[in-house]
């Protein structure tokens, strides 16, 4: 019997451990139509990949981000709606085969205050893509307040860099990027 309640105990220990390694690893599990689709129409209709929740890094949520939008579009399916207060300004901009939003966040509001941010792009999250065009890059930089979406078709795809880097969001707004 001592066996048998031994062989009971190992196989929960195994069951719990496996339970908690299950609940560790969620944030990096993706859920069927997550929104993976940002668009950047103007200067009110745009949106950008954050973290799937609140207090995750930017650079951890690389690889299940989903988008947030300034409102319901279209363009960007099943997007999450901006924390009220979250942007506090943004400038439009457009150019040959791209298009791109800069400006600046309430790093108070839903992200790591401190954090120093990360990259968005074609490669990751996997699957993601900005409506109309070949690539992006989506940089957000909670611990300097600041975020830009640079949304490029083919023909310059140099425009939209991949790596961690402000070339893709060019400087439009004084000491924003340089």
Do not use: W
Request: aromatic share 8%; proline share 5%.
């Amino acid at each position: 019997m001592t066996k048998l309640s031994s062989l009971i105990f190992i196989l929960a220990v195994i069951t719990s451990i496996h339970a908690i390694a299950v609940n560790v690893n969620k944030l990096d599990i993706r859920d069927e139509g997550d929104p993976m689709t940002v668009t950047v129409e103007n200067e009110t209709v745009f949106c950008s990949f954050l973290p799937r929740v609140s207090g995750q890094t930017i650079s951890s949520s690389e690889s299940n981000a989903v988008a947030y939008c300034t409102q319901n579009t279209t363009n960007a399916p099943n997007a999450r709606i901006f924390p009220d207060g979250f942007i506090l300004t943004k400038h439009f901009a457009s150019g040959d085969g791209y298009v791109q939003i800069t400006g600046l966040i309430n790093r108070s509001i839903y992200v790591v205050p401190n954090d120093g941010g990360g990259q968005y792009d074609i490669k990751a999250p996997v699957g993601a893509n900005c409506t109309g065009y070949d690539s992006f890059v989506n940089l957000v930089e909670p611990d300097v307040g600041r975020f830009c979406i640079r949304c490029c078709k083919k023909t310059v795809s140099d425009k939209c860099p991949r790596g961690r880097s402000e070339a893709g969001c060019e400087s439009i707004i004084p000491g924003t990027y340089s």
